[in-house]
């Protein structure tokens, strides 16, 4: 029903519009009495084999909503009726910021496939938290946290350190994004100097709590091997406990979509389907240089069960949704886990 009758008329409209109605339908519906236990009955699968315990924390399943859907934490208690194992917030920032100028997000449906250019758009750290406070379920929530765009990378620590700190108390475990295309120089942090710092930072600021986070790093798929191979040192170094792969893509090769329609959309990051290859690879490299010595979230055109299957045999740990969420539907998750069960993993 979702793919045949309610996408198309969703796809009738500009995404971010569509975007914020659905955001907005949801929340009132959730709203009206017996309407969460409905949804939970026909999306949730609960069994005990799709438990993960990963840096600490027990997920009921290992399906989650990756960054960027639930940026300000205005839906996450409902967006956990669908299934999801765990809800991730942000990209958040210290200061509210307007992100880019629209239009900034672009469908390529003959790729199931979205370019955006956001931006880091979000109400500030400190909005989130006001949502946050007011928390009615369980729903393990991660905080993805990144840099103003007029914060120059010389001072972005101290960026990280603003939304870490403010976050704190309201989060299970921490993102460090420095991978997104749409930020500029952003990914400059991801060079080996930088980021050591600003990890090691993170750490000492978490070590400084009675109950410390675990803190992960999200990367770019766009990272050469011998990138790749600074990340697992830096891991190594810093300690850690694990990564997040992958953010969105910059290459536009081997699209369907005609390369006119996807020049004019412009600059930003490619998600969906054709991410899957790269994203999968990514993985698999992380998983076999390091032996396996750290969690793996893989994220990047999961559109299906047999593709999250893919990512776990690749050495995830867990798996994100987002693209494929909007394509699927939300019974994505519950086909997800039902595929990850009959497969034994």
Do not use: W
């Not at 519906?29 to 939970?40: A, E, L, Q, R």
């Not at 914060?151 to 460090?176: G, I, P």
């Amino acid at each position: 029903m979702y793919k045949s009758i309610i996408r198309p008329v969703f796809f009738l409209f500009q995404p971010e519009n569509i975007h914020h109605f659905v955001f907005k339908a949801i929340k009132f519906f959730c709203k009206i009495p017996g309407v969460p236990s409905i949804i939970k009955s026909i999306y949730t699968v609960k069994d005990k084999r799709l438990e993960r315990k990963v840096f600490g924390l027990t997920f009921p399943n290992p399906v989650g909503l990756a960054a960027g859907l639930d940026k300000d934490a205005m839906l996450f208690d409902e967006l956990g009726y669908f299934g999801f194992g765990f809800i991730e917030i942000g990209t958040l920032t210290p200061k509210a910021q307007p992100g880019n100028e629209k239009p900034r997000m672009f469908r390529l449906p003959e790729d199931e496939a979205l370019i955006n250019r956001m931006g880091f758009n979000n109400g500030g750290v400190e909005l989130a938290v006001e949502h946050l406070k007011k928390r009615k379920t369980k729903i393990i929530i991660g905080g993805n946290i990144g840099k103003n765009k007029i914060t120059f990378n010389d001072d972005a620590v101290n960026d990280y350190e603003k939304c870490f700190e403010t976050l704190f108390d309201h989060v299970d475990y921490f993102v460090v994004n420095v991978s997104s295309p749409n930020t500029p120089g952003l990914r400059a942090l991801q060079e080996k100097e930088p980021l050591t710092k600003l990890l090691m930072r993170m750490k000492e600021l978490n070590a400084q709590k009675k109950n410390p986070k675990s803190i992960l790093l999200k990367i770019a798929p766009d990272l050469t091997d011998e990138q790749l191979d600074d990340i697992i040192s830096i891991v190594k170094d810093t300690k850690i406990d694990g990564v997040i792969a992958t953010n969105t893509t910059i290459d536009r090769s081997n699209l369907k979509t005609e390369k006119i329609k996807v020049e004019a959309m412009g600059a930003g990051g490619l998600s969906g389907k054709p991410l899957n290859k790269r994203a999968i690879e990514v993985v698999k490299y992380l998983n076999n240089r390091s032996n396996g010595s750290f969690p793996i979230v893989a994220v990047g055109g999961i559109h299906t069960g047999n593709d999250a299957v893919e990512m776990l045999k690749a050495g995830a740990s867990l798996v994100q949704i987002y693209t494929g969420f909007i394509y699927e539907g939300p019974g994505i998750i519950k086909c997800i886990n039902k595929e990850i069960l009959k497969q034994g993993l």
